[in-house]
């Protein structure tokens, strides 16, 4: 049985790539991905296609963002992803970054639940 740790690390490998086919087939079908409201891409996120959607709204916010993953740790159930999310807004042209974790929960083997917390969802509404 494969640990939401590993799990974990298999969804971001395929979303990294882009490669939504291997991050559907890594997803429970009741799957939800929850940013802060304040967000232009907050919200919940529903489905099978849920991730896509959402990283295509939150990529299509900024003029350039990449992502720096630094650790990824879980147990029985959970696996948290600790991150840097670096973002160039389209408004102003300012870069700044900003931590991040992504807290995922596992059902039957699949991620079922994802929770996206930044260390400064005002910051990062502010400049997108």
Known sequence: MT???????AVYAAAGARDWDAVERLIHPDFVLYEAPCLPFG??????NALKA????????WAKAEVEIHDITGGDTYGVVVLTLTMTSKRTGETF???????GRF????????????????????KA
């Open 97 to 103: 970054a900003q931590s991040v974790n992504e807290m």
């Open 3 to 9: 640990s939401p740790r590993e799990a974990l690390g």
């Open 43 to 48: 919200g919940q996120w529903r489905g099978k």
């Open 107 to 126: 059902e039957d083997g699949l991620l079922k639940e994802l929770r996206i917390h930044y260390f400064d969802p005002a910051e990062v509404a502010a």
């Open 54 to 61: 959402c990283a295509e709204a939150m990529y299509g916010t």
